[in-house]
């Protein structure tokens, strides 16, 4: 796998973890989840979906930050000379 490979899975994944975020947080009130919307299928289906692309994410990251861990400090320093070189 390249770098870029890397960034672009990275991506896909993080945005799929955000979905099921989003309908995880849209199906709770005040940030928690009752008793009764835990017991719904489609609760159950997007805790499930989450956890599952999550769990992806998280060993995805593992992968990466130890095989491209110049590839990713490089660009870090690069993102952060331009936003302080701005002047």
């Known amino acids: 796998m390249t770098y870029q490979e890397y960034?672009?899975?990275k991506e896909l994944l993080?945005?799929?973890?955000d979905y099921y975020t989003d309908r995880l947080n849209g199906l709770c009130v005040n940030g928690?989840?009752?008793d009764e919307v835990k017991a719904t299928?489609?609760?159950?289906r997007?805790?499930?979906n989450f956890n599952?692309?999550?769990k992806m994410l998280q060993e995805l990251n593992k992968f990466g930050v130890k095989k491209f861990k110049k590839e990713i400090l490089k660009e870090r320093?690069?993102?952060r000379a331009k936003r302080y070189n701005r002047g």
């Open 7 to 9: 960034k672009t899975q």
């Open 14 to 17: 993080t945005l799929k973890t």
């Open 46 to 48: 997007c805790k499930s």
């Open 41 to 44: 299928e489609d609760y159950k």
């Open 32 to 34: 928690y989840a009752s």
């Open 77 to 79: 320093n690069e993102k």
């Open 52 to 54: 599952e692309w999550f």
